[in-house]
């Protein structure tokens, strides 16, 4: 029999893995519609949906490997880099989907957010005033007007796999939509900001690429996230991880 093995869980999701099939489980319905049109909807590879049955979606496991992970090591080719942020761009130019997605939230209520979580993260002595207040600064760059694309808005470099120098598959959509995609150039060189050239080098420079929106959407992703991951059980402040990327920009 098949070990079960818990790739991610916490209050909201899980997500198992027994032998060759995934299972997530997501007590938001609409959560799981917008993975499932998301995955149909997007020209890049996608996990195979097996079934169907709320609150669980079963996919096929995609083969290869991951670039690695927050906090870990980071593998792969320059041409493995480049080759996701090809797959990053050639979802950008898709159509749009006719929903907004994480990286597609209002900059009022983004703005609102920081601010209150800011307030929060000093208030309850998480983390230093000043080290919260220059990356407050930092992403203040990210608070500007973009164009829409189709966005994955959990692109962690975790849910990208490669089977060699080639994309095999992108997994977790359920924050997909549109949004800014340097939102998802973000997320996905998060604590791995060393091959954010190579990422670059695939996706193409003829677009504006700003690298300190880049830079800003990481440190206003990482200052959202600190609480949320503590509460979940989850440890911000190991090495390489968000902690760590907001004290790379003091």
Known sequence: MDEVE??????????????????????????LDVEVEAMSLAPVPTPEILWRKPPVLATAALPGTTLGRLGGPSTGSPAAWAAAGA???????????????????SIDALTKELDDECELLVTNGVLPADLVARNR???????????PAFTHGDLQIAHVFLDGDEV?????????????PLYDLAT??????????????????????????????SSLRSLLA??????????????????????SRM
């Open 226 to 247: 600190v609480r949320s991951l503590i509460e979940q059980g989850f440890d911000p402040f190991a090495p390489g991880c968000e902690v760590d990327v907001l004290r």
């Open 6 to 31: 818990v790739v991610v869980a916490h209050s909201e999701r899980a997500t198992l893995r027994v032998g060759d099939v995934f299972l997530k489980v997501d007590a938001d319905q609409a959560r």
């Open 137 to 147: 600064q930092v992403a203040e760059a990210a608070l500007r007007p973009w164009t």
């Open 168 to 180: 095999a598959g992108i997994i977790d959509w359920s924050e997909a939509g549109q949004g800014d």
């Open 87 to 105: 797959a990053i761009r050639k979802l950008h130019d898709a159509p749009l989907p006719p929903w907004t997605g994480r990286a597609g939230r």
């Open 188 to 217: 996905f060189t998060l604590g791995h900001e060393e091959h954010l050239d190579d990422v670059i080098a695939g996706y193409g420079t003829d677009i504006d690429l700003d690298l300190d929106v880049i830079h800003a959407w």
